[in-house]
């Protein structure tokens, strides 16, 4: 669903349950993809990242799965704590020598004590 | 230790006024950025620059205008501020060569929110 005000998609989860948090990335080229966290009135912060030549990479507690057939990348955070509310957002670098990365609208994700 | 710093963190003012937000990175870091973030949160590059060479300019007006003194700052200056221009504005920075390994990763600093009255 959407948040009013800031027509953000949302998620909201129990803790201790997993998230997951889809993205849908647009160019075909892209070669490289990143997560970013951020809380309320703080700036992104890296979570982690996962080349194309990669289907799945996992970090602590969470774990990013790209399929390319579909260009689809998808966060997963495991056990979901208080501390994971935030906005997150997919970004994509479309292969280009100028290092841009493309930020998508980013979700929501609330956690429920 | 603040890797990406700005300043200032709130800036409030009339329409016209002339206004500058400055960046420091302490990273070593050859890449600076600056964003725009709307109310929606959706996050826009603007600019990049790489050992003081604009990189990336995407379409924003010329009220706009980067400076990069070296490869530690990045300033915005911004001219005739109009009510659009309220947003949060964020800088990042990156190492693009680092050694055999480039990076991709942009550090973000804690932003800078612009209210335009």
């Known amino acids: 669903g959407e948040s009013v005000g800031l027509h953000l998609p949302t998620l909201s989860v129990q803790e201790g349950d997993n998230s997951i948090i889809n993205c849908a990335y647009s160019?075909?080229?892209?070669?490289?993809f990143i997560w970013y966290k951020q809380e309320s009135g703080k700036g992104p912060q890296f979570i982690i990242d996962?080349?194309?030549?990669?289907d799945k990479r996992q970090g602590q507690r969470v774990t990013v799965l790209l399929n390319k057939t579909v260009k689809h990348l998808s966060l997963q955070i495991a056990a979901t704590q208080p501390g994971d509310s935030a906005v997150y957002f997919c970004?994509?670098?479309?292969?280009?020598?100028?290092?841009?990365?493309?930020f998508g609208k980013g979700t929501l994700l609330t956690v429920n004590p | 230790d603040t890797a990406v710093s700005q300043t200032p963190k709130y800036l409030v003012t009339q329409m016209g006024n002339d206004k500058s937000i400055k960046c420091e990175q302490n990273l070593g870091h050859d890449t600076m950025y600056w964003y725009k973030q709307d109310s929606k949160k959706f996050l826009k590059i603007m600019f990049s620059?790489?050992?003081?060479?604009?990189?990336i300019n995407e379409t924003v007006p010329n009220r706009f205008s980067p400076k990069s003194p070296d490869k530690a700052h990045l300033n915005l200056h911004i001219n005739s501020l109009e009510l659009g221009d309220s947003a949060v504005y964020f800088c990042a920075s990156s190492s693009r060569d680092r050694g055999l390994v480039s990076s991709y990763e942009q550090y973000f600093g804690p932003g800078t929110r612009l209210t335009v009255t």
């Open positions: 996962i080349r194309s030549n990669m």
């Open positions: 970004a994509e670098n479309s292969g280009g020598s100028n290092y841009k990365l493309t």
């Open positions: 620059y790489n050992n003081k060479e604009l990189i």
């Open positions: 160019n075909s080229a892209s070669d490289y």
